[in-house]
């Protein structure tokens, strides 16, 4: 959950990582909020890429989206597993890119489907 980022960022690494890969992870009400505290300590940060995660709060992925700094790029990949719920974690994907075209202006965070 929500814990992972903080020690991650904490890292002599932290703030030259480019990309953070998660395998597995269970994205619980902690993950988005964490992701945006630790945002500005890990500044090169420019990919998250999700492997089969046990679940997305779809409503803390679009509280990201509308929150994130316009000018910040992420790219958030979610990439499916044959034992999850494929369908749901598309229509999730589906759901916070329709989100993220209706805020204003341009925005630098990007929501992928990969599989």
């Known amino acids: 959950g929500g814990a992972l980022l903080p020690a991650i960022a904490a890292t002599p690494l932290g703030p030259s990582l480019q990309r953070i890969t998660l395998s597995e992870a269970t994205l619980d009400a902690t993950f988005w909020p964490s992701l945006l505290r630790v945002l500005p300590s890990l500044p090169q940060l420019r990919c998250i890429k999700l ?3 046990g679940s997305i709060r ?3 992925l679009a509280m ?3 929150a994130m700094p316009a000018d910040r790029a992420l790219e958030v990949s979610i990439v ?3 034992s999850h719920d494929v369908p749901a974690l598309k229509a999730v994907v589906r759901e916070v890119q329709a ?3 209706h805020l204003p202006g341009p925005r630098g ?3 992928v489907w990969e599989h």
């Open 99 to 101: 989100a993220l075209q």
């Open 109 to 111: 965070i990007t929501v």
């Open 51 to 53: 492997l089969s995660p």
């Open 58 to 60: 779809r409503l803390g």
């Open 80 to 82: 499916g597993g044959v």
């Open 64 to 66: 990201v989206c509308g």
